[in-house]
Each structure stands twice: as structure tokens, then as C-alpha cells.
């Protein structure tokens, strides 16, 4: 008990450093069903995935993937059957953080997209590898 006492310092920074190990790990599986920037590529080539940017109609003039229709989260449930009529489609969701495309992907299930899926990372993953961006 007097080595915790006297050590309690070096027992916090043992700590403190372990967790900031183990982060990146219990964040990514916070993120297990997102899609990579590629395999959003990969679903949009292969299997015709339809974009839908949840953004703000602001931020999607300032940038978004090529093809994408823009969806504001708020207006995600009652607009979505009207822009993606055909529920089978793969549906890649996108906003600028990935935040509220995951929001949008529980939003989609509800409405019976079952193939629908974000982009990790959002926009900014997007950016990070090298992809191009329409803006309006």
C-alpha cells in the first residue's frame, strides 16, 4: 500500500498512457459498420450505391462526392422514400464528420434501406484519401 502512496504519479501516467493506446481501438469499433472512403467507391462502381450528403445545403455547395443528392438530416426521414424510391439499392450516407451520417444510417434502417451505410470519417476521410469533390 506505500508503494501505491508513494508512486501514485508514475500509477497515473501508466495508466493515462494505456488508455490513449487502447482509444483508437474502442473508437473504431464504435465505427465497426462504416465504410472506408474506397469501399464507398468500390459499392458506388460496382453495385450503383446512390449517395445521399445529410449536410446542410450550405455545406454541400462547399464540397461533396461526386453524384451525391443532398438530404438534410432534419429532412432525412420524410424526404428519403421520395429520393431513393427503390429499397434494395446499397445507400452510402455522408455528412462532413461521419457523426450525423450515423444518425442517418438508424434513420434509413427504420424506413427499410437495409443496405444502408456510412462513410467512417465523412467527408474529411473522403478528403484524406484523395478523392474528388463536386461543389455546387
Known amino acids: 500500500m506505500?508503494?501505491?502512496i508513494d508512486n501514485w504519479m508514475l500509477i497515473l501516467v501508466a495508466l493515462s498512457s494505456g488508455s490513449m493506446l487502447l482509444w483508437p481501438m474502442v473508437a473504431g469499433s464504435m465505427n465497426a459498420g462504416a465504410l472506408t472512403a474506397s469501399g464507398a467507391v468500390q459499392r458506388i462502381n460496382r453495385e450503383?450505391?446512390?449517395v445521399?450528403?445529410?449536410?446542410d445545403p450550405a455545406e454541400f455547395a462547399a464540397g461533396h462526392v461526386g453524384g451525391a443528392k443532398n438530404v438534410p438530416l432534419a429532412e432525412l426521414e420524410t424526404?428519403?422514400?421520395g429520393?431513393?424510391?427503390n429499397k434494395a439499392l446499397p445507400l452510402i450516407l455522408v455528412c462532413a464528420s461521419g457523426a450525423r451520417s450515423g444518425r442517418a444510417v438508424a434513420i434509413a434502417k427504420k424506413l427499410g434501406y437495409e443496405q444502408a451505410q456510412s462513410i467512417g470519417g465523412g467527408l474529411k476521410a473522403?478528403?484524406?484519401?484523395?478523392l474528388p469533390l463536386e461543389k455546387a
Open 79 to 81: 424526404r428519403l422514400p
Open 83 to 85: 429520393v431513393v424510391k
Open 52 to 55: 445521399i450528403d445529410v449536410c
Open 126 to 130: 473522403w478528403k484524406e484519401a484523395n
Open 2 to 4: 506505500k508503494f501505491l
Open 48 to 50: 450503383k450505391a446512390v
